[in-house]
Nanobody, 127 residues
């Protein structure tokens, strides 16, 4: 079993930055991690995904060039650095974890790909 706890959310003005953290506990070996977000009335959407070793990452088009996903396996923590924030980035942000066979079998954007989810952290961007 894996437990995920997000932190780092808050309120920021447009153009500002936030760094989200997701601390994993339990059996954390070989976990691929994703960040998702969900705004009221919208479906949960994939923001970024990262392989266990951190060598593979991918991003939603809407955040490419502004967000960076990274991880520190010694700390069992995954990060989402969010820069140049926009009002449309306002949402509840969730981290999720899974153990795919490889990066190529890892459909990081799909919520159904993940076995474990955190409770979320709210990000609010004011214009």
């Amino acid at each position: 079993q894996v437990q995920l706890v997000e932190s780092g959310g808050g309120s920021v003005q447009a153009g500002g930055s936030l760094r989200l953290s997701c601390a994993a506990s339990g059996y954390t070996s070989s976990l691929y991690m994703g960040w998702f977000r969900q705004a009221p009335g919208n479906e949960r959407e994939g923001v970024a995904g990262i392989s266990y070793g951190g060598g593979r990452t991918d991003y939603a088009d809407s955040v490419k060039g502004r967000f960076t996903i990274s991880r520190d396996n010694a700390k069992n923590t995954v990060y989402l650095q969010m820069d140049s924030l926009k009002s449309e980035d306002t949402a509840m942000y969730y981290c999720a974890a899974t153990r795919p066979k490889s990066w190529y079998s890892y459909s990081w954007k799909r919520t159904a790909s993940y076995d474990f989810w955190g409770q979320g952290t709210q990000v609010t961007v004011s214009s």
